[in-house]
């Protein structure tokens, strides 16, 4: 990345560098160019006025132009363009020149000025010429190689002025890259430790982006690690009673008394197993499920009275009676999960109850709860009188196979999966809610609320 950087910076450097030389030499030469044309003018007109070029002339048929005046070409061109003199040339040798731009100009309005390549000398040459009074055109040229020449001789210290200018260039595009990147780095380095990281203000949302996702990623990492350790405890558990009973069934160590109790926890082991790897697939399944289009209308009241069903031989066992209260709700929602979702939060509540206690499953509108609810919303409220759950825990009872009591979820049978499935349903639903309260030894109420504004009539 540094190198690429770097590499951006030294290309927009070279093109910055010769883009403002190419300018700068173009708006010198045009500079330049308007002075040489001024200065021109200036000669000619003095010439005329002074009667100079007429001096001029007389040296030039006699031989004797110095140097100074040899730079600075006269011609003379009558009121037809035939060249009647000229000081570097010839006149015999010299066409007309009554189409040439400045002696055109000069006919027309007085004077006129050109810059081109001459026919006769072949080099590029300025040109500027003015009427005399007798109706001839007298024109003076200077060759374009005097002004060439000053930019020949500036070129090495332009060149040279380039090469410092871009390895300056080089250097400090090297600490600015530095720069930039050093704060990436040691965020990259200490991601754990963001906070402590000073980035730029534009970067913050990125960092605090990075950061979540890299706490959700060490986050489910953790997750998976102690899910993969509970799966592996939770099937060791039941196949080692399996293999011990069976075992010494299959060995002839066990009494026949005994083959019917060994027999029977064989059989106990076994459905606790089944049960556990079932709730492992359904919430494999849950996972995938990214939404659900076999949504329906249905009555989530007698979803829980057949649920109350259900379990009424599953609580008189445990010493706990089942109440269902309310009124017949519609809500809009998977038929599958709702039976699933009321199923898990009656069994936990009977797991996790005092023998003697009670389980209450109310369906009613939510202002039935609370008044500021809002109008239409359903709610599916279990409540039970069992051992509570004290506020450490209640952030992560929903978190698979995560138990406050571990002896008595063995003791009860229960897998640990219950809660996790009812917070994936619930997640499923967009139109769902899921709230606990809970208190040590004076029981929990657990409610799922739906948004939803039709009533069963």
């Known amino acids: 990345m540094k190198k690429k950087i770097n590499i951006q910076f030294l290309i927009i450097t070279l093109l910055a560098i010769l883009t403002t030389v190419s300018l700068s030499i173009f708006v010198f030469y045009e500079l330049f160019k308007q002075e040489v ?21 007389e040296k030039k048929d006699a031989g004797a132009l110095d140097d100074g005046v ?47 390549q001459s026919s006769t000398i072949g080099k590029n040459a300025f040109y500027y010429a003015i009427r005399l009074e007798n109706g001839s055109v007298l024109r003076t040229a200077k060759e374009a190689g005097s002004i ?65 996702q890299h706490e959700d990623i060490m986050r489910n990492a953790t997750m998976r690690q102690e899910f993969t350790a509970n799966v592996s405890h939770e099937l060791k558990t039941p196949l080692t009673s399996i293999s011990g009973y069976s075992e010494l069934i299959e060995s002839g160590m066990a009494a ?21 790897i079932n709730d492992i697939i359904r919430l494999s399944e849950l996972d995938q499920v990214e939404e659900q289009n076999c949504f329906e209308e249905l009555d989530i009241y007698d979803i829980a009275q ?19 209260h309310g009124v017949h709700r519609i809500i809009c929602a ?31 509108a939510a202002v039935a709860f609370d008044k500021t609810a809002e109008t239409g919303a359903t709610i599916i409220e279990v409540k039970d009188t069992g ?34 499935i009812v917070k994936h349903i619930v997640a499923a639903h967009k139109n769902a809610s899921l709230s606990l309260t809970s208190e040590p030894g ?10 939803m504004k039709t009533n069963l009539e």
């Open 37 to 57: 044309m001024a200065d021109l003018k200036t000669n000619t007109q003095l010439l005329v006025e002074t009667d100079a070029w007429e001096q001029i002339v």
């Open 70 to 116: 040899k730079q600075l070409r006269l011609t003379l061109v009558d009121g037809t363009g035939e060249v009647i003199l000229d000081t570097n040339a010839e006149v015999g040798s010299m066409d007309n020149h009554s189409a040439r731009p400045e002696i055109s100009q000069a006919l027309q309005t007085g004077e006129g000025q050109a810059i081109r």
């Open 148 to 212: 060439t020449s000053v930019f020949e001789s500036i070129l090495p210290v332009i060149v040279i002025l380039c090469v410092l200018l871009f390895a300056l260039c080089m250097i400090l595009s090297h600490f600015l890259t530095e720069s930039i990147i050093e704060p990436i780095e040691n965020l990259a380095d200490n991601l754990d430790a963001s906070d402590s990281v000073k980035v730029y203000k534009e970067l913050v949302p990125f960092v605090q982006t990075i950061k979540k």
């Open 256 to 276: 026949d008394e005994d083959i019917v109790r060994f027999a029977a926890e064989i059989h106990k082991n076994s459905n606790r197993l089944l049960t556990l």
């Open 306 to 324: 057949n649920c109350v069903e259900m379990l009424r031989l599953s609580a008189k066992k445990h010493d706990v009676t089942m109440e269902l």
């Open 334 to 364: 998977n038929r599958q999960m709702m039976d699933e979702l009321v199923y898990n939060l009656c069994d936990n509540a009977i797991r996790y109850n005092n023998p003697g206690g009670r389980v209450d499953i109310t369906v009613d």
């Open 387 to 420: 051992i509570g759950i004290s506020k450490e825990h209640q952030e992560r009872i929903f978190e698979r196979f995560y138990r406050v009591d571990k002896s008595r979820s063995k003791s009860t049978g229960g897998t640990g999966l219950g809660l996790a």
């Open 442 to 451: 004076k029981g929990t109420c657990i409610r799922v609320a739906f948004k």
